[in-house]
Every structure is written in structure tokens, then in C-alpha cells.
């Protein structure tokens, strides 16, 4: 019923520049807290960037300066712009949404990833 699908991921040399799309549906997409995570081979997922409530980014330390996450709240989509690409950004990056109705309740919804593979 709730969906987050994520596209824009591909090939790209070292250096090189992505904007990935997560398109939001069955969500109220514009009053969740929104993130976009990553998991490369043989490795945890990681937190990436996020946006809080009170429009406020966070970036892992990774990526600061390189990475901007951005939300078009009519279009319900989150992006990612990530410039000055590195091999060890490859990985799958997932979008995730978080919907908090309540004190009590929380809903957590993630998109099914896509592949970003950096050439040295």
C-alpha cells in the first residue's frame, strides 16, 4: 500500500556527478521525516543524509560537501545530488520515510534501493 520507489542510480566515473529520485506514493510524503541510506558490499547500511521536520539536513561526515538532499513536497520526491563521486560511494541507496502521527506511533517505510557503482 505504502511505496517509496528510488531510480537515477548507474555507472559513473570517479569525480563524476548522480542525482538520484525517490518518488513517494500512499505516504503522507510531506509530514515525514525523509532519508536517504546506503549499503555497499560486504557492509551495514549506513545512514547518508536526512531532513527532519524543520527542514533541516544532516550529512554524514562521508559525504559533507559532496551530497545535498533535497524534498519537492508537491511532487513527493527526495532527491540526492551527489557530486565529486568516489569508488567507495558505490554502494545501493535506499530512501526512507518516517511518519510519526503520534507520541506513541511511529511508521517506517523504505524503498527497495539503486545501484551506484563508481569506476576508479
Known amino acids: 500500500q505504502f511505496q517509496l520507489v528510488e531510480s537515477g542510480g548507474g555507472l559513473v566515473q570517479s569525480g563524476g556527478s548522480l542525482r538520484l529520485s525517490c518518488a513517494a506514493s500512499g505516504i503522507i510524503f510531506s509530514r515525514s521525516d525523509v532519508a536517504w541510506y546506503r549499503q555497499a558490499p560486504g557492509k551495514e547500511r549506513e545512514f547518508v543524509a536526512g531532513i527532519t521536520g524543520r527542514s533541516s539536513a544532516n550529512y554524514a561526515d562521508s559525504v559533507k560537501g559532496r551530497f545535498t538532499i533535497s524534498r519537492d513536497n508537491a511532487e513527493n520526491t527526495l532527491y540526492l545530488q551527489m557530486n565529486s563521486l568516489k569508488p567507495e560511494d558505490t554502494a545501493v541507496y535506499y530512501c526512507?520515510?518516517?511518519?510519526?502521527?503520534?507520541?506513541?506511533?511511529?511508521?517506517?517505510?523504505w524503498g527497495q534501493g539503486t545501484q551506484v557503482t563508481v569506476s576508479s
Open positions: 526512507k520515510a518516517q511518519f510519526t502521527p503520534t507520541v506513541e506511533a511511529t511508521y517506517v517505510y
